[in-house]
């Protein structure tokens, strides 16, 4: 048997920082991180000893926390994630609070987030802006399942469509568009660190611009006159997405910084 304080031992010497660990073995026990600082001497029966023995090789071999844990929070909210789906990001909290702001003055806004993942996005939204009608779509109908699942464990109320960009859009138009699609560029050697994520959500073509002039180049059809397109793209994109949004017909183009001033989400509206 051993006890938590040896339990953080073990992980220090597995490779695994500190916090991770703390929230490993609370993950394993059951408890909080206050409950552990002040229980350190509590014991670990030997079938938390090898769950957690499991879970510190895995996350020495770089699997997402989130994963092995199953959640993550995101702009207040508790979400839960598989290897289906992105680990939402805090850089992504940079577009959700934009959007908010513009949607702020909105009566009854229809909103679209497209390739949503775990629904973090647009439940972001429906939280903090109830009156907004939130849709999202995503290709992958694994993805569409955790999003349902959040949806649901959440109480927030929002429509989920599987579609492949505009593919299964139909005619519709909406007050605001949001998205933050794969933009890594295929082949990029940051990818090795993020091989345990679905490649689908991260690549898109060798600039890694596909997906964002997809996006761009059908939205028009798609938001109302006035109705803005937010996007986050990768840090040296900005000038790539803004151009275009100009070429495609936006005025007002802007980009915003990410809290580590990383220029991270552009986003325009149609004229
Ligand atoms: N922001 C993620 C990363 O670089 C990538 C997310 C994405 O491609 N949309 O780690």
Redesign the pocket.
Known sequence: MITVAEGLVQARHAGVDRLDAQLLLGHVLGRSRSWLLANDDAALDATQQQHLRQLLTRRAGGEPLAYLVGEKEFHGLTLQVSPAV?VP?P?TETLVDWALELLRGANDPQVLDMGTGSGAIALALKHACPRARVSALDASAEALAVARGNAKRLQLDIELLQSDWWQGVGGRRFDMIVS?????AEGDA?LAA?QHEPVQ??TSGVHGLDALGQIISGASQHLNTGAWLLL?H?HDQAAAVASLLVTAGFGEVTTRPDLSGTPRCTGGRRA
């Open positions: 992105l990001r850089d933050n699609p794969p933009y890594i940051h993020l959500a991260l986050e990768g």
